[in-house]
């Protein structure tokens, strides 16, 4: 995994570098999962980065996680064909939209584009449909730009119960197992967060640290 950036689309053209690279090493049978949000799709670098790898069919899979809000951008503020995988013709590769709340779903069109891209057929575009229940983030009050009605409504899609009564309903596990999995999930989250909190601070001198090779620092 490589390239997490707070800068949207800036991951997009390192993903597509990453699978010309792939190319041009003939190595066969890989390809490269590049993930994003329906706002990131307006940035210049996402079409830019569509068209080139088209042009070059590389092995890259370019998936749109369409949670409907970028921070308080709706939709259809953000596009006018609401359907970001309808773009794809217009690139000349294959596009498609699922249920990005369904696992099953989800893995077997994200399986099948990806077994696309490592045979050598070149890029696709899809689309999992979800939702973000939250504010974007803790620096975001959702209550200004959205009803708590629309929230409510999408809560009967939340995959988290859904997918828990698919996998009692199918025996796969049972409630003990159920209460056990989100016990543990709860502690490891827990111990995570307790870990990073514990650590220190970075000093100012490691601004530079994995940036330049060696010990060189731009002030020298
Ligand atoms: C180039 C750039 N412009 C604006 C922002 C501020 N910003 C951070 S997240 C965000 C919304 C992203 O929405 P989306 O791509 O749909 O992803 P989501 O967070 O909904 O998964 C914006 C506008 C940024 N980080 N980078």
């Known amino acids: 995994m490589m390239s997490f950036s707070s800068i949207l689309a800036a991951q997009i053209p390192h993903a597509v570098g990453a699978a010309y690279a792939l190319k041009l090493r003939?190595?066969?049978?890989r390809a490269v999962l590049v993930t994003f949000g329906e706002g990131?799709?307006?940035e210049g670098e996402w079409h830019e980065s569509?068209?080139?790898?088209?042009?070059?069919?590389?092995?890259?899979?370019?998936?749109?996680?369409?949670?409907?809000?970028?921070i308080s951008t709706p939709i259809d503020r953000q596009m006018g064909n609401p359907n970001v995988?309808?773009?794809?013709?217009g690139y000349g590769m294959p596009g498609e939209q699922f249920n990005g709340f369904d696992p099953l779903e989800t893995f077997e069109v994200v399986d099948r584009a990806m077994k696309r891209a490592r045979s050598g057929e070149g890029p696709s575009l899809i689309e999992g449909m979800c939702y973000r229940y939250l504010s974007h983030s803790t620096d975001d009050d959702?209550?200004?730009?959205?009803?708590?009605?629309e929230i409510e409504k999408e809560r009967a899609f939340?995959?988290?119960?859904?997918f828990e009564k698919?996998?009692?309903?199918a025996g796969v596990m049972n409630a003990a197992q159920v209460d056990q999995l989100k016990?543990?999930?709860?502690?490891?989250?827990?111990?995570?967060?307790?870990?990073?909190?514990?650590?220190?601070?970075?000093e100012p001198k490691d601004l530079y640290t994995h940036l330049y090779e060696g010990a060189w620092e731009p002030w020298q």
């Open 26 to 29: 003939k190595e066969a049978g």
């Open 40 to 42: 990131t799709t307006s």
């Open 50 to 70: 569509l068209n080139f790898a088209s042009i070059h069919k590389l092995p890259i899979v370019f998936l749109c996680e369409n949670n409907k809000w970028a």
């Open 85 to 89: 995988f309808e773009r794809a013709p």
């Open 142 to 149: 959702d209550r200004t730009y959205r009803t708590r009605e």
């Open 158 to 162: 939340d995959p988290v119960p859904c």
């Open 166 to 169: 698919v996998l009692l309903e």
């Open 183 to 202: 016990k543990d999930v709860l502690r490891e989250t827990n111990e995570a967060t307790d870990e990073a909190e514990a650590m220190p601070f970075p």
